[in-house]
């Protein structure tokens, strides 16, 4: 299996889970993110460690920035967008389109114009 069908599966099963569940409801799920929560759960420290250790001795470093770019994402989306049902304010859609450009830019650069 090659690395686009293997993004391609990926791509197939994420768009089932926002298809299964609606937009708002992941959107409610990421405003309701706790990151204190989260780094301080040692469950989250092990995967987490597991999977960089085996991403680095795999040298699967563009796996590594799509997954730092994803976190990203969430964290940009509960900093930048307001809770499901609210307008959204210039000044905060401007902030998370900036923000989804740039990250847009960094993984074009570093997984198709470096590669």
Known sequence: M???ERLQEYWKSFVEFLTEYKIEKVSEVVQN?????????PLVWIIT???????????????????????????????ALPPGGQSIPLSSLLKFVGGTMALIGINVYFLIIRS
Do not use: P
């Open 2 to 4: 090659t690395a686009m």
């Open 33 to 41: 993110l706790d990151w204190k929560e989260i780094i301080r759960n």
């Open 49 to 79: 460690l597991t999977l960089l250790g085996l991403i680095i001795w795999k040298q699967q470093f563009k796996l590594l920035i799509v997954l730092a770019s994803f976190v990203a994402f969430v964290f940009l989306i509960q900093v």
